[in-house]
């Protein structure tokens, strides 16, 4: 059953993010690989790969993803922005130099905190 749903769902990305009509294009591009002298990499890099028009222009121009449809167009205006430079006011805060002192500390805290273990 997951299989299956794996298999529907990749079919339906395929489908709402591809023009069917350049799928149907399948066989023309079957037909012009086989007429072709060469490996599949030379043929798709020939005709994909910044094709110049030749003697056989109309058949390339039938090609699947030769001239593609655009599917979806994007339109995005980004928002005006404005900027106000402000002159920085000088703040000055005043404190008092903070002092300790000896008597402000316990010193029996310390002893509390290192302790040997209890237990050996």
Request: glycine share 0%; hydrophobic share 40%; net charge negative.
């Amino acid at each position: 059953m997951l299989k299956w749903l794996s298999i529907f769902c990749a079919i339906t990305y395929c489908f709402a993010t591809t023009s069917i009509a350049e799928l149907v294009k399948t066989p023309v591009f079957i037909e012009h690989l086989a007429e072709y002298q060469g490996s599949v990499i030379e043929f798709l890099v020939e005709h994909y790969d910044n094709h110049q028009p030749d003697e056989d222009w109309d058949t390339d121009q039938k090609l699947p993803f030769f001239n593609p449809t655009l599917v979806l167009i994007v339109h995005a205006k980004l928002p005006e922005t404005t900027f106000h430079i402000e002159k920085i006011k000088e703040i000055i805060i005043s404190q008092k130099p903070t002092v300790y002192q000896e008597k402000d500390f316990s010193s029996s805290y310390l002893s509390r905190i290192f302790q040997p273990p209890r237990f050996c």
